[in-house]
């Protein structure tokens, strides 16, 4: 699936200060953490985590027997290592092609608002999360859904259709849509995340932002009909 740069939006990764600010205050009343929690096994699991960020969902993943947290920006990790480092937590400062797991692995990839972000490498990626998987794994996906104040606001609501209908297309059922709010402290803090939304108009600094959570078993990610999507 190829990628067009003006449909792109982009947190500053280079600058981990203000993405952990804004990962902060995103999804304030928890919603999605709750989600997790009630609905998937992490315990005894071995799992990878596919773009962990400064950390928000490494902990909760962390309650499994082992964590590949695989992160390409080094000023995020710093942030991830300082908070979560543990025993049984493995740490990749790489991009997720580049790493290297063995055949039938992992029992559960996921993906934090990650895997979008690397549609420019799907060709490569893809397989090697197909290869990794156990037959009994599954692949969970925390994306935006679009339709929302959020989506406006950066730009993503074309991408977040667009990014719907292809992991249909790849064996991702939508199990959850939830209506999340952002609340930011001040403006700052959102524009030092977003420089390249300097010029878009915050009418509060309560945002509503609709969030996906989508699950695809081992025997239907990624089928023959990816592809011809892309």
């Given at each position: 699936?190829?990628?067009?740069?003006?449909?792109?939006?982009?947190?500053?990764?280079?600058?981990?200060?203000?993405?952990?600010?804004?990962?902060?205050?995103?999804?304030s009343?928890?919603?999605?953490a709750?989600?997790?929690?009630?609905n998937?096994?992490?315990?005894?699991?071995?799992?990878?985590?596919?773009?962990?960020?400064?950390?928000?969902?490494?902990?909760?993943?962390?309650?499994?027997?082992?964590?590949?947290?695989?992160?390409?920006?080094?000023?995020?990790?710093?942030?991830?290592?300082?908070?979560?480092?543990?025993?049984?937590?493995?740490?990749y400062?790489s991009?997720m092609?580049?790493?290297?797991?063995?055949?039938?692995?992992?029992?559960?990839?996921?993906?934090?608002?990650?895997?979008?972000?690397?549609?420019?490498?799907?060709?490569?990626?893809?397989?090697?999360?197909?290869?990794i998987?156990?037959?009994?794994?599954?692949?969970?996906?925390?994306?935006?859904?679009?339709?929302?104040?959020?989506?406006?606001?950066?730009?993503?609501?074309?991408?977040?259709?667009?990014?719907?209908?292809f992991?249909?297309?790849i064996?991702f059922?939508?199990?959850?849509?939830?209506?999340?709010?952002?609340?930011?402290?001040?403006?700052?803090?959102?524009?030092?995340?977003?420089?390249?939304?300097?010029?878009?108009?915050?009418?509060?600094?309560?945002?509503?932002?609709?969030?996906?959570?989508?699950?695809?078993?081992?025997?239907?990610?990624y089928?023959?009909?990816?592809?011809?999507?892309?």
């Amino acid at each position: 699936m190829k990628a067009t740069t003006d449909k792109l939006w982009l947190f500053d990764y280079s600058d981990g200060v203000a993405y952990e600010a804004f990962s902060k205050c995103e999804d304030s009343e928890k919603k999605i953490a709750g989600y997790l929690v009630d609905n998937y096994h992490f315990q005894g699991q071995e799992i990878l985590e596919i773009g962990a960020g400064s950390g928000k969902f490494t902990p909760l993943l962390a309650s499994g027997k082992i964590l590949h947290a695989v992160e390409r920006s080094k000023s995020l990790m710093e942030i991830n290592y300082r908070k979560n480092h543990a025993e049984n937590v493995c740490f990749y400062l790489s991009d997720m092609k580049d790493v290297s797991f063995a055949e039938k692995s992992i029992d559960i990839i996921f993906g934090g608002w990650s895997l979008t972000s690397m549609r420019d490498s799907f060709d490569q990626i893809l397989p090697i999360l197909k290869k990794i998987l156990k037959d009994d794994g599954k692949n969970i996906l925390v994306e935006n859904a679009g339709d929302d104040e959020f989506s406006k606001i950066a730009g993503i609501e074309e991408l977040s259709f667009e990014m719907r209908n292809f992991y249909r297309s790849i064996g991702f059922e939508e199990k959850a849509l939830l209506d999340t709010t952002i609340v930011l402290p001040n403006e700052e803090v959102f524009y030092s995340a977003f420089p390249n939304k300097i010029h878009v108009s915050l009418n509060s600094l309560t945002i509503r932002h609709k969030v996906l959570i989508l699950e695809a078993k081992a025997q239907k990610f990624y089928g023959g009909d990816c592809n011809e999507n892309s």
